[in-house]
């Protein structure tokens, strides 16, 4: 396969992707609106250092912002009978998912870069490691866009049962992550945020933001490319077996 | 060359065999006309030849290109149009023609003119700007086809293209298959509409349950079940039913202001009743034979199989 095709057809649905579903209302229910008022339910009369709970929010806003819109893409298109133009376009299933998981990714990094930006103006946090910073919202915005086209890969064309299944796995990942408690204070249940990959990405923030990370960012890294490419994995033979069924 | 190389597809659904052992030749150049009853396995077939669906078994080549082997390449060779037609309701008509031009890397200037000209051959360019979701069942399809042909493909497919659109819509996709095919496209169509695939393709293939029970041009298959014709003829004077009887004729009946004469041979019997009028002095006010049509061949066809 002509590399400099594949490149382009991946472009071209994102692109595609771009214009349609970043206006969509539940990528921005459930990617905007979702995670501030998450954010000001938990935050509000507790009495937090928001400083030290800035890393968590940033993770919080990247991990629903970068996987709301893969959820909504297939079982949208397949809905709307569009998908199967797309699939006889100049396109390969690889390039449909990447395009899927990149559209989510720079809608994630975007919304979450703008709030960094307007965080960190108004609050004047510290940066101790740019870099890291930016690893993590490269990594975490397409770590988590990978997960939003896994959850939109079973044969569906009813995008509400996708975005509860959607919600079903993301709303319990945010509590066993060090967001709103801390990890030390999970008690027994300490052992589940290892299964989060968004512990990884949390702990990037804190790592990049106020250099008290849990775990080192070359594993934290590790561990979000790893699952990149399990959920890439996952979503392509899910896809792939769509196409083989007909579904 | 063939544009369209099939050979042994097969695919089936659980228990359910949709297309068995299918192979077909589509010649460059032609129009190629997919005929079957609902189920008989014609969209099946129309999405393992563009890539949507993968078959069990079986290989296609489109262009010489394989469509598994070589996906990317084999799909810059085709413009598709599915069953359902449709394009992205949230786009307007012009992002959904520019879009799909760029799908097939045309640079902006070709994709452009390409997309006001179609716009304007389809009568759409007054509602170029307008969301595809406004639309009527016709315009969307017309925007479908626009987005089908805007790379002026060498195999354009189309599924049921005519199904359910008014008379201006249906008359605007089949001039657009013809001018794309004079403009050197190679089309393949399914079709419930026997007459539009009588009057457009070049060759037919039947399918039923899932397999191909004739392939030929709209006339030889006609001509397999031209065993029986019919002759209505008039004249001027009153004539009786045995004046009429000659070697060719079998039965001759009257029917309103004429007579049905049937024959196994339609030549021999216009030639023995132009022959058997000048002997008796009759004035032919009118004369005309009749064949099955594609539809009866097709009738036939399916319910022997």
Same mark, same amino acid.
């Given at each position: 396969?002509?590399?400099?095709?594949?490149?382009?057809?991946?472009?071209?649905?994102?692109?595609?992707?771009?214009?349609?579903?970043?206006?969509?209302?539940?990528? %921005?229910?459930?990617?905007?609106?979702?995670?501030? $008022?998450?954010?000001?339910?938990?935050?509000?009369?507790?009495?937090?250092?928001?400083?030290?709970?800035?890393?968590?929010?940033?993770?919080?806003?990247?991990?629903?912002?970068?996987?709301?819109?893969?959820?909504? $893409?297939?079982?949208?298109?397949?809905?709307?009978?569009?998908?199967?133009?797309?699939?006889?376009?100049?396109?390969?299933?690889?390039?449909?998912?990447?395009?899927?998981?990149?559209?989510?990714?720079?809608?994630?990094?975007?919304?979450?870069?703008? %709030?960094?930006?307007?965080?960190?103006?108004?609050?004047?946090?510290?940066?101790?490691?740019?870099?890291v910073l930016i690893a993590a919202l490269l990594l975490g915005s397409l770590a988590f866009a990978a997960l939003g086209t896994l959850l939109s890969s079973p044969a569906t064309n009813t995008p509400s049962n996708i975005m509860m299944l959607s919600n079903l796995v993301r709303l319990p990942l945010i509590f066993v992550s060090g967001i709103f408690i801390p990890l030390n204070q999970l008690g027994t249940w300490a052992w589940t945020n290892m299964l989060s990959p968004l512990?990884?990405?949390?702990?990037?923030?804190?790592?990049?933001?106020?250099?008290?990370? %849990?775990?080192?960012? %070359?594993?934290?890294?590790?561990?979000?490319?790893?699952?990149?490419?399990?959920?890439?994995?996952?979503?392509?033979?899910?896809?792939?077996?769509?196409?083989?069924?007909?579904? | 060359?063939?544009? =369209? /190389?099939?050979?042994?597809?097969?695919? @089936?659904?659980?228990?359910?065999?949709?297309?068995?052992?299918?192979?077909?030749?589509?010649?460059?150049?032609?129009?190629?006309?997919?005929?079957?009853q609902n189920g008989a396995g014609k969209t099946t077939t129309i999405r393992m030849l563009t890539g949507v669906l993968i078959p069990d078994s079986g290989t296609v080549r489109i262009c010489d290109m394989d469509i598994l082997k070589q996906p990317l390449e084999a799909k810059m060779n085709m413009g598709v149009i599915p069953e359902n037609g449709t394009v992205y309701a949230d786009l307007t008509a012009e992002q959904n023609i520019l879009w799909t031009a760029k799908c097939?890397?045309?640079?902006?200037?070709?994709?452009?003119?390409?997309?006001?000209?179609?716009?304007?051959?389809?009568?759409?360019?007054?509602?170029?700007?307008?969301?595809?979701?406004?639309? @009527?069942?016709? +315009?969307?399809?017309? &925007?479908? =086809?626009?987005?089908?042909?805007? #790379?002026?493909?060498?195999?354009?497919?189309?599924? /049921?293209?005519?199904?359910?659109?008014?008379?201006? @819509?249906?008359?605007?996709?089949?001039?657009?298959?013809?001018?794309?095919?004079?403009?050197?496209?190679?089309?393949? &169509?399914?079709? #419930?509409? &026997? /007459?539009?695939?009588?009057?457009?393709?070049?060759?037919?293939?039947?399918?039923?349950?899932?397999?191909?029970?004739?392939?030929?041009?709209?006339?030889?298959?006609?001509?397999?079940?031209?065993?029986?014709?019919?002759?209505?003829?008039?004249?001027?004077?009153?004539?009786?039913?045995? +004046?009429? +009887?000659?070697? @060719?004729?079998?039965?001759?009946?009257?029917?309103?202001?004429?007579?049905?004469?049937?024959?196994?041979?339609?030549?021999?019997?216009?030639?023995?009743?132009?022959?058997?009028?000048?002997?008796?002095?009759?004035?032919?006010?009118?004369?005309?034979?009749?064949?099955?049509?594609?539809?009866?061949?097709?009738?036939? +066809?399916? /319910?022997?199989?």
């Open positions: 396969m002509d590399l400099r095709m594949f490149i382009w057809s991946v472009l071209m649905v994102t692109e595609k992707n771009m214009r349609i579903y970043y206006y969509k209302g539940s990528v %921005v229910i459930f990617g905007l609106l979702f995670p501030f $008022i998450m954010f000001l339910t938990f935050f509000i009369g507790r009495n937090l250092d928001l400083i030290l709970f800035f890393p968590g929010f940033l993770g919080m806003m990247l991990f629903f912002s970068a996987s709301s819109t893969g959820p909504l $893409i297939t079982p949208w298109e397949k809905r709307e009978k569009t998908y199967e133009r797309l699939v006889s376009l100049p396109v390969v299933i690889e390039s449909i998912i990447l395009g899927d998981i990149l559209s989510g990714a720079v809608f994630g990094f975007v919304i979450t870069t703008l %709030v960094w930006i307007a965080g960190s103006s108004i609050l004047h946090l510290p940066l101790a490691n740019p870099a512990t990884y990405l949390v702990d990037l923030f804190h790592t990049a933001i106020n250099g008290d990370g %849990v775990y080192s960012p %070359v594993l934290d890294s590790t561990v979000l490319i790893i699952v990149i490419f399990i959920f890439v994995v996952a979503a392509k033979t899910i896809q792939q077996h769509n196409l083989l069924s007909g579904r | 060359m063939n544009a =369209i /190389e099939a050979h042994n597809l097969y695919k @089936s659904f659980g228990p359910v065999t949709a297309v068995d052992d299918v192979s077909l030749s589509v010649k460059k150049g032609e129009i190629f006309g997919f005929l079957g097939y890397h045309m640079d902006r200037a070709t994709r452009e003119k390409k997309a006001q000209e179609i716009l304007i051959r389809l009568e759409l360019d007054g509602r170029k700007d307008d969301l595809v979701r406004t639309f @009527s069942k016709g +315009m969307r399809q017309r &925007i479908s =086809i626009a987005c089908a042909i805007v #790379h002026s493909p060498p195999v354009l497919f189309l599924d /049921e293209p005519t199904t359910g659109l008014d008379v201006i @819509s249906r008359r605007l996709v089949i001039d657009t298959v013809r001018h794309m095919n004079r403009e050197g496209s190679t089309v393949l &169509i399914t079709t #419930h509409n &026997i /007459e539009e695939a009588s009057t457009l393709c070049s060759a037919i293939s039947i399918i039923h349950k899932g397999k191909i029970i004739a392939t030929d041009s709209p006339e030889k298959l006609k001509k397999r079940f031209d065993t029986t014709s019919f002759i209505e003829i008039s004249f001027e004077q009153k004539v009786q039913g045995r +004046m009429l +009887m000659a070697g @060719s004729i079998s039965h001759a009946e009257p029917l309103g202001d004429k007579w049905r004469i049937y024959t196994d041979d339609a030549d021999r019997a216009v030639k023995d009743l132009a022959r058997i009028a000048e002997q008796n002095n009759l004035k032919i006010v009118s004369v005309a034979t009749s064949t099955p049509t594609l539809e009866q061949a097709f009738i036939e +066809m399916t /319910e022997g199989a």
